[in-house]
Nanobody
């Protein structure tokens, strides 16, 4: 059974940094990703990482965010820098057991964590 458990969310000031962690267990697929959802908005992909280490980023976070995967620790990280007010959202870790292209489309991921809240203030 696949389980994803996020941590590391919290409050930060604009311009600051946060690092989110997601511990995954069970059968591990090729693609792990971070998504976020702000109140009243659709869930959007932030970043994805392949087992091989290849990454994909949303245009809105490119240059400010780094996704990494530590297979030995069964953990995927999302390092967020230069935080903006619009980064405020619930952040979710997601995994696909079958996909190879590691998209940023929520519909392509089968398993989800419960989420961790990120709040950025001025």
């Amino acid at each position: 059974q696949v389980q994803l458990v996020e941590s590391g969310g919290g409050s930060a000031q604009a311009g600051g940094s946060l690092r989110l962690s997601c511990v995954y267990s069970g059968y591990t697929g090729d693609c792990l990703a971070w998504f976020r959802q702000a109140p009243g908005k659709e869930r959007e992909g932030v970043a994805a990482v392949r087992r091989s280490g290849g990454t994909r980023y949303a245009g809105s976070v490119t240059g400010r965010v780094d996704i990494s995967r530590d297979s030995a620790e069964s953990t995927v990280y999302l390092e967020m820098n230069s935080l903006k007010l619009e980064d405020t959202a619930m952040y979710y870790c997601a995994e696909s057991l079958y996909m190879r292209s590691c998209t940023l489309s929520a519909a392509d991921y089968e398993y989800w964590g419960q989420g961790t809240q990120v709040t950025v203030s001025s």
